[in-house]
């Protein structure tokens, strides 16, 4: 058993962005030379979350109407008013979608559905320079 | 330390189910014959999650409401427009809420309170065969 | 490779709190003595949940509302004919958040954003005393 890590940095598009991360994940799995174990995948940062889904265009429309029920745009965060920032609405989708997700591999490669993508949500207002924290733990 | 996988698998009931692992997660966490460690379940699939309740109808009549006001049966979803599938509101919810979570487990036996289960919660249209991927780190 | 279990206990208040827990886990980290690897953070019971925030007054105001609209304080849940209990609402937030967090660490220290800190979120009612389960595996 050991422990591997690997940073993926990448760039998001102004509020509300979807990023299929799979192929990075799978690409460290390998890079890991491990062959079965967990993979935990954590954003650096508190406006984004981490989760699966059948990554698609219409989808992602429909996550981001989801999130507008959640924590409307058009409404006061009173987060505005601390530091002037313009993003209550991303912190608070944020904390509820959570920082991170855990997957299993086995022989080497993600125990995922066929229409399961790892994707990374951010929901920040302006655009952004990501980091994931990749921590890869098996035998 | 080591790695242990289990898969299960059932059937579950169209248009949101509930459906309480825990007795399977023990039985894993038993054969595994581990002490000590965690357990990553992980659904199979992009239209459930895994997370935890106080098991009991009533409940899960609440959560069906609640995921009426997160994802509502009766709007459109972009993502219809893209397979001709009309489970739009299962995949936002399955994001919203992740497709695993992670739980300890110390002298074989997992750390929860007394009214926490376990629980896979299928948000998918029609009956589904489900996948759940169990894996068991630990000494 | 090893296990290290921590439990830590606090004082809640009523009706929704947000506590943060960063310092804790740093201490328990430090206490293990592994240096690389995951810590898992899990609320043993089913009214509370973990996640990371940006943790200042007015998010944690904005938090609440965005709660509010997930399972409202002023609407009937059918787990009150269950037992008689007054928090449906707790039990709903708490499954959707969901019991847990996996956060990695590196050199003995937390690998997260300078303004992301980890936090529980008790939903509950009444107030509580809180239980929560740090499990570190690493090396």
């Known amino acids: 058993m050991s422990v591997f890590f690997k940073e993926i940095q990448f ?22 030379e491990l062959s079965n174990g967990i993979v935990n995948i954590f954003v650096i940062g508190s406006t984004a979350s981490v989760s699966t889904v059948e ?18 745009s058009d409404i006061e965060y009173k987060h505005h008013l601390t ?11 944020a904390t509820i979608l959570g920082p991170g997700t855990t997957v ?6 993600l125990i995922t559905g066929t229409w399961q993508q790892i ?11 990501r980091r994931i924290q990749l921590t890869i733990i098996g035998e």
């Open 55 to 72: 990554f698609e265009p219409n989808l992602v429309i429909d996550l981001k109407s989801a999130m507008e029920r959640i924590a409307p």
């Open 11 to 32: 760039d998001t598009s102004q509020d509300f962005d979807v990023v299929d991360i799979t192929g990075y994940v799978n690409n460290a799995i390998e890079e890991s």
């Open 104 to 109: 299993p591999f086995k022989a080497g490669r």
């Open 119 to 129: 994707v990374v949500l951010d929901f920040d207002v302006p655009a952004r320079k």
């Open 83 to 93: 530091w002037g920032d313009a993003n209550g609405k991303s912190h608070v989708r």
